[in-house]
């Protein structure tokens, strides 16, 4: 009998999918949950995590993995961003580092660090997928956040998207279960740490 991780990997189809403007009904859920489903290591590459909004955008795809995990296994994601936002850089590493301390406490273990040539955006986990959304994780059109009564600050369901497209494809799993199968998550797997830097939080 499988669990209810492995039913969602099962949903997994590859399947180009299509945004279009305004569209309402799309959720991190949906676009990315099958394929992140029993995900031991994730890296997110998305140079624009750097404003509040952006940052909520972050905090609620880990808000999602945790619907992607089975309940006493974590998940280690590394976050790849820009840094030279005028104005947002200390609140982005506010905003980071309290993530990083909010979600290690329930299995989800950020790490980040920063690129500022980065351009291309991308999810890569050792699930054997990698997912190419055009926009990152700003796939919702702006609307009122500040209000807690507004339903669509917790329903991603009910809002507006931007057009774009959200692309999957396989990548190559070799070796066993503990080695990590792709280049891209090496950090995270503790190899070639000396090129990058990242910064850790302990629980």
Not at 42 to 70: G, H, S, T, W
Not at 82 to 98: K, R, T
Not at 117 to 122: G, I, K, N, P
Not at 130 to 137: C, D
Request: hydrophobic share 35%; aromatic share 8%; net charge positive.
């Amino acid at each position: 009998m499988l669990t209810p991780v492995e039913r969602l990997a099962a949903k997994a189809d590859g399947k180009q999918r299509e945004l279009v403007e305004n569209q309402r009904g799309i959720t991190y859920f949906g676009l990315f949950g099958p394929y992140l489903a029993g995900a031991k290591k994730i890296v997110v590459e998305d140079a624009y995590v750097r404003k509040p909004y952006q940052l909520r955008n972050l905090a609620e795809f880990l808000e999602m993995l945790l619907r992607c995990k089975n309940p006493d296994e974590d998940v280690a994601v590394h976050l790849v961003t820009g840094h030279n936002e005028p104005g947002f850089v200390e609140a982005q590493l506010n905003g980071l580092n309290e993530l990083a301390s909010t979600f290690a406490q329930l299995g989800v273990n950020l790490t980040y660090e920063f690129r500022d040539t980065l351009h291309d955006r991308s999810i890569t986990a050792d699930t054997g997928w990698e997912i190419l959304p055009g926009r990152g994780l700003d796939i919702f059109q702006k609307f009122v956040d500040g209000d807690w009564l507004n339903p669509l600050l917790r329903h991603q369901q009910l809002r507006r998207v931007k057009e774009c497209k959200v692309t999957y494809q396989r990548v190559s799993a070799k070796g066993g279960k503990n080695e990590c199968p792709m280049s891209s998550l090496r950090n995270v797997c503790g190899r070639d740490r000396d090129h990058v830097s990242v910064l850790r939080f302990s629980r």
